[in-house]
């Protein structure tokens, strides 16, 4: 080759290297992104493995886990801090529920917690399945896992897929664990640092509904992960200029995000130009394929929430559905 062909080879070459090399879409976040709402739980019982390795299937961008810490501080997870609505607990261990009645996944180890049997969604006073059209209560065998379990998952089928997909975590309820005397937020940065999870750059989101322990997450503890500030109560959004000090993202109920007019047509509500404004991504829960609200269809509401109100990613049980609706908009 000559050396007037020289710098043309290199360019080549460099082309080459670009299009070989798996683009990492979600690291810069310019791409509307899919998160796997506890797995895709549309198809399998929320939070188990089986149906983290079924959103990995799908291609999503990030796939969440809900995070409580267990009685010898192992964080499991699950979504909330009882145990009763999925799982077999209160026939396992029926002498172990507290006063109220509920059965607390703090008083027990985790060895105890892997004995349990995990299904569907129910509601622990009638036995009803919470989404009836939705894997059978009762069947499979599923089980609790840890956060460590679910990261070797991903990174280990990111590994042998080639694929970059994320983790998006969630810190719940710190005052609760605070007044069991455990700092979870403590305890769940120390993994995702030893599993190389510490900046932005590392594909993990961490979100948490408490502001005041978000905050925290990023002074006291001068974390450099992404972080989304979950905003429950409509008056929250008010304070988007204070959490833009902190947080780099928002998680809004989807209803705070657009709303209907006279004329009975969805419009964006402001928040997402303010978020937009101050820095702040968007991603509002939760997508629900057999629970799509006011809409006229599932496809309705991802257009309305995706294309109408132009935010940056979602949370939905059905990522497979979100994952082709997008490549259909791209
Ligand atoms: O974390 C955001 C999304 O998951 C909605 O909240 O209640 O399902 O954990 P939740
Ligand atoms: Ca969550």
Not at 45 to 61: D, I, Q, Y
Not at 110 to 139: A, C, D, H
Request: aromatic share 10%.
């Amino acid at each position: 080759m000559s050396c007037k062909n020289y710098p043309l080879f290199l360019w080549l070459l460099s082309l080459i290297i670009i299009s070989c090399k798996p683009v990492n879409k979600t690291t810069t976040m310019t791409k509307k992104i899919v998160i796997a709402h506890r797995g895709a739980s549309g198809y399998l019982p929320e939070h188990t493995l089986e149906s983290k390795a079924m959103a990995f299937g799908m291609n999503v961008n990030y796939i969440e886990q809900d995070l409580v810490l267990s009685k010898d501080n192992i964080p499991i997870v699950i979504h909330d801090i009882y145990l009763d609505d999925v799982t077999n607990v209160a026939e396992k261990y029926p002498e172990r529920k507290r006063v109220d009645n509920r059965f607390y996944v703090i008083d027990f180890t985790y060895n105890e917690l892997k004995e349990l049997k995990v299904v569907e969604r129910f509601n622990p006073i009638t036995g009803e399945q919470v989404y009836p059209n939705r894997f059978p209560k009762n069947k499979g065998t599923f089980r609790l896992h840890s956060l460590s379990e679910e990261i070797e998952l991903i990174k280990g089928l990111n590994k042998s897929t080639g694929k970059n997909i994320g983790i998006y975590p969630e810190i719940k309820a710190p005052k609760f664990h605070q007044k069991e005397g455990k700092d979870i937020s403590k305890i769940v940065l120390n993994i995702l640092s030893k599993y190389g999870y510490t900046s932005k750059a590392d594909n993990c989101i961490l979100q948490c509904f408490n502001a005041k322990e978000l905050e925290r997450i990023r002074k006291e503890f001068t974390s450099n992960l992404f972080l989304v500030q979950l905003i429950e109560h409509p008056e929250e959004t008010k304070k988007l200029t204070h959490f833009a000090t902190y947080a780099d993202g928002i998680g809004p109920w989807y209803k705070q995000v657009v709303l209907k007019n006279k004329q009975q047509k969805w419009e964006p509500t402001s928040l997402v130009a303010a978020a937009h404004e101050l820095g702040l991504k968007v991603h509002p829960y939760t997508l629900r394929a057999d629970d799509f609200g006011d809409f006229k269809s599932f496809n309705e509401m991802m257009e309305t929430l995706l294309i109408t109100a132009n935010v940056d990613g979602v949370f939905t049980d059905f990522p497979d559905l979100v994952v082709q609706f997008l490549k259909k908009t791209d």
